[in-house]
Nanobody
Framework: QVQLVESGGGLVQPGGSLRLSCAAS????????MKWYRQAPGKQRELVGI???????DYADSMEGRFTISRDNAENTAYLQINSLKPEDTAVYYC???????????WGQGTQVTVSS
């Protein structure tokens, strides 16, 4: 059973930056695709972007530019760097681990990001 633990959220002023972390248990992390989603109040969960086990990234069109996903396979951790934060980035951010070979689709508990002055 894979468990994901997000951290790094908090209250930040507009224009600031945050780096969110997603630590995974188990031994399939390096072979898994990691995805970051976010859900703003009253809105549906939306995809921010993904990173494959080999480090290839892809982002939702609306997320290009200010969001950067990375991973450290030795640490079983994925990261989401968000720059130039805007109030509309306020949301709960979730990480997701997908491993189709092993049939694993795991979610973290989410970390709250609030952008406000």
């Amino acid at each position: 059973q894979v468990q994901l633990v997000e951290s790094g959220g908090g209250l930040v002023q507009p224009g600031g930056s945050l780096r969110l972390s997603c630590a995974a248990s188990g031994n399939i992390f390096r072979l898994s695709t990691m995805k970051w989603y976010r859900q703003a109040p009253g809105k549906q969960r939306e995809l921010v972007g993904i990173i494959t086990g080999g480090g290839i990234t892809d982002y939702a069109d609306s997320m290009e530019g200010r969001f950067t996903i990375s991973r450290d396979n030795a640490e079983n951790t994925a990261y989401l760097q968000i720059n130039s934060l805007k109030p509309e980035d306020t949301a709960v951010y979730y990480c997701n681990l997908e491993n189709l070979l092993d049939g694993v689709d795991a979610w973290g508990q989410g970390t709250q990001v609030t952008v406000s002055s």
